[in-house]
Each structure stands twice: as C-alpha cells, then as structure tokens.
C-alpha cells in the first residue's frame, strides 16, 4: 500500500527542514521537568506577563468594553471605568462592523491602520499612508507574509543577521529558500561589518543563489544591539546598490536600556537620504505589540508598513491576506491603543506613564543585573544588552566538555543548556539555535524574570557554572578559542 499524504515519509520536505529551537528540545525537557513538579523559570521566550509584567491597565479597559459592550450600557459603568476608556471604546466600536466578533477588512480596521499611519508620522517626522499598512496576528505573521512573497523558490536568498531569531531560518526554509547568512561581530558589539555583508552576497552568488532580501532585526534578537543612524545608512545604501528588498524587524523599538543609541527606524534614515535612494530602495517594516512595556504576546497584534513597493504587488499581497479573512480583530484595537495611547491631561494619562516607564526603568535595571552577572562568571562573557529582551553571553566551554557533549550526542551548547535547566530549573536556548561562529557557544536567556528575582536567579547560574567548569576544566588553564 503506498504511504498516506500525511504519512512523515510523504509530507512537505520543506516542512521538515524547519527548525525552532526557542520551543525546541531544551523547551520540551524543561514542559517534562515542570509536569513532574518542579520549579522552572521559562526564560526561553520573551513571553513577558507569563513571568509576572502586570498588563497596562487603560488598554486592557478599552478592549474589555469592547469585548462586552453591554456594559457600555449599565449606568454604573463610569463608576468602574475611566471617562476615557470609555470615549476609546465607544470610538472603535463605531469603527469596527458588528464589534469584535465580526471580521474586519482583511488588511486590518482602516481606522486604526489610520491611527499606525500617524504614529510613524510622529515618530518618523515623514507622512505615512494608511493604504500601504497591514494588521496582522503579530508580527510573525506579517513576515511570513512577506518572505512567501519574495521566496520563489531554492535559488531565491535572504540575507539575515547570525545569530538571528530563529523565526527567519524557519520560514524560509518552510517556502524553499535559501538562508545567507551575515555574521554580526561579537567583539565590536554585535555590530554590523559591511565587507562581511559583501563577501555573504559574492559567496551566495557564487553557488547560484539570487539574494533578493536582507533582514535587520534593530534592536537586535537575541544579540540586544541597536544600529546606529550610521549603520542604518550603510545597509540602506548596500541594498539600493545590490537590489534588495530591506525587512526591518522592530519590534523592539520600545525597549532601549541606554542613552547613546536611541532607536531609529531604518524609514525614516531612508527618508532623510534624499533621492534617489528614498524613492528606490524596497522596504517593509514591521512592529508588535507583544513587546516594549506592553508585552500582550498572546493578543497576536502586529503591522507592516510598505515603502517604495509598486501598486501591483501591494495588490498581490492584499489578496494573499485575504485568504485569512481578517486579522484577530481584539488586537487590532490594542495596536490602535499602542500607537495612539493616553495624551497628558486625558484622565487615565498619569496612571499610563506611571506604569510603562516603571516597566521600562525595572527592565532596564534587569538588563545591567543579568550582563553584570554573566561577566562575574567563570568561562562567559556577555555585551550589555542595548535594546530588545535578551541577554547572549558567550560560554567558553573546556574541551573536555564539548568531548562529553559529543558522547552523549548533543551540541555542545545544548548540553550545556540541559545541564543548567535540570541543575537549576532555568529553562534557555542554546547559541547554536540562533546561528553562531564554528567553535564558539552561546546561550540566549530573557531579562524578563521578576526584578526582585533577578538576584537569586543569577547566583543559581554562578553556582551551576562554577561547578560545571571545576568538573571539566583540566586545570592547566584554558583560553578562548
């Protein structure tokens, strides 16, 4: 009898090929150890409230009215809800055809794709248009979108950032492309080089491969970097002279931890280079509100903005949407609420800004505890996290651990990474997950654990790591590799 269509020999190679390792073996050990009762801190995901980020609560208002306008009905409801939440929610149920149960446009309500267009309008000081944004159940979705579209097959490209967030390698692979890797430099920073991003496109070219795309993830996942105005301009130049297509992952544009390099979108360096780079260069650009100080990961919001992309292939895109219907419209109203918050002198404004900006100080306390911790460890250096939600130190691993890790048949990092999660309950993601230089290890955990956690969980990884050296270094000392 030949094998049936759902049968794993006969399935969709592309399908098997696809690698996820944040919810790989390390998550799947770490779900075990937890069924079997013990304690595990999920730092394996930037999933803030699933450890402890209370939601913001003006939002949180609008979506409940909208979710059970009755209420909006009950002449108590401004005993229980601020005037404003309540303004916001008779506001998107106007604009929204039969209320959240209801699909929306498949490009998203045009309202609040109005209200995104004036957001980057502000933040970027360039008009906007509401025609060329699309909502979408997060940004993954809107990627996944935008590499179906680009991707024809093996021979089709994609430039992306090693160590890179493994969404990329998996989509990719998913539609039959080819993934090209440009390695991002580890001592300077995790900083871009751009001979490097030559030698990957000439090295690519070389096998028969057309590069069509590049992909910058600004601030940096899980490496934490944010791009200067300088670097931006530099890739933008590279891809208006190599004819690539620019996908700006910025979903982490609310979550910068220092002051010299605030965040900067890759649209408005392309807008203030003049032409004819600013009408020329291909962009799609893409935000979530499952970061920042929201964190609302399980709403599933997000949006692409396209720039200089012909009218025929926005139109393309618009009936691949449409297959979907709609996108989940709930989080439609929380993207509206991201990008057009509370304004100074609106009731619930101080109470807004009283919780973000703690969010934000707390985190960035976080990201200074974790980088100051890893770098009192024995065998791990870290840069300081920059921007975005993660820490990625650098493990020097002894040669006879990566001897063991070969004996028990595992990447050495993974290894390392299954040792730490069944020694101390933190549960992480090994470096080779994300892509990373021959001969050199890494793992990727969140900033996100509890600030009044921080502490205790650190000490636990010294006390993992210092007794994980003591077993398999040889004592004669050992240097970086």
Known sequence: MPPKALDYESLNENVKKVQYAVRGELYLRASELQKEGKKVIFTNVGNPHALGQKPLTFPRQVVALCQAPFLLDDPNVGLIFPADAISRAKHYLSITAGGLGAYSDSRGIPGVRKEVAEFIERRDGYPSDP????????????????????????????????????????????????????????????GLDLNNLRQSVAQARSKGITVRAMVIINPGNPTGQCLSEANLREILNFCFHEGLVLLGDEVYQQNIYQDERPFISARKVLMGMGLPISKEVQLVSFHTVSKGYWGECGQRGGYFE???????????????????????????????????????????????????????????????????????????????????????????????????????????????????????????????????????????????PAEEDMPAIMDSFKKFNDEFMEQYEDHRGYSRM
């Open 131 to 190: 025609e060329l944004i699309y909502l979408t159940d997060g940004a993954s979705k809107g990627v996944m979108q935008i590499l179906n579209t680009i991707i024809r097959g093996e021979g089709d490209g994609v430039l992306v950032p090693v160590p890179q967030y493994p969404l990329y390698s998996a989509a990719i692979s998913l539609f039959g492309g080819s993934l090209v890797p440009y390695y991002l430099e580890e001592t300077a920073n995790w």
């Open 306 to 448: 396209m720039t200089n992309i012909p009218p025929q292939t926005v139109d393309e895109i618009y009936k691949v949407a449409s297959i979907a219907l709609s996108p989940n419209v709930p989080a439609q109203i929380f993207m509206g609420l991201m990008v057009n918050p509370p304004k100074p002198g609106d009731i619930s404004y101080e109470q807004f800004v009283r919780e973000s900006k703690g969010i934000l100080e707390s985190l960035r306390k976080r990201a200074r505890i974790m980088t100051d911790g890893f770098n009192n460890c024995r065998n791990v250096v870290c840069n300081f996290t920059e921007g975005a939600m993660y820490s990625f130190p650098q493990i020097r691993l002894p040669p006879r651990a990566i001897e063991a890790a070969k004996r028990a048949g595992k990447v050495a990092d993974v290894f390392y990474c299954l040792k730490l999660l069944e020694a101390t309950g933190i549960s992480t993601v090994p470096g080779s997950g994300f892509g990373q230089k021959e001969g050199v290890f890494h793992l990727r955990t969140t900033i996100l």
